[in-house]
């Protein structure tokens, strides 16, 4: 069993940073892939940004430039740096990842979001 714990959201003003981070527990064979995806309310779900194994990363647009997501491969934790925040980025985020639990056995998993509330 894989578990996927984020800590680090909370309420923050406008311009302001926060730092997300997410720790993977569990029958973990190896990790390919770490993220973060975030909802607000009324909205679907959208990718945020995505670090590979080999440490490519890819963000979206609208985070680009103002966030930075890193990976610690020894502990099995993935963190979001999240700056000049908008109110527009008001959001539950969650910690998602893709792991195999033994080889050739991989599965998508998610954590069970941390609320980010941006004021104006």
């Known amino acids: 069993q894989v578990q996927l714990v984020e800590s680090g959201g909370g309420l923050v003003q406008a311009g302001g940073s926060l730092r997300l981070s997410c720790a993977a527990s569990?029958?973990?064979?190896?990790?390919?892939?770490m993220g973060w995806y975030r909802q607000a309310p009324g909205k679907q779900r959208e990718l945020v940004a995505v670090?590979?194994?080999?440490?490519?990363?890819n963000y979206a647009e609208s985070v680009k430039g103002r966030s930075t997501i890193s990976r610690d491969n020894a502990r099995n934790t993935v963190a979001l740096q999240m700056n000049s925040l908008k109110p527009e980025d008001t959001a539950v985020y969650y910690c998602?990842?893709?792991?195999?639990?033994?080889?050739?056995?991989?599965?998508?998993?998610w954590g069970q979001g941390t609320q980010v509330t941006v004021s104006s």
């Open positions: 670090i590979i194994s080999g440490g490519s990363t």
């Open positions: 569990g029958s973990i064979f190896s990790i390919n892939a």
């Open positions: 998602a990842a893709v792991i195999s639990v033994k080889p050739g056995e991989v599965g998508n998993y």
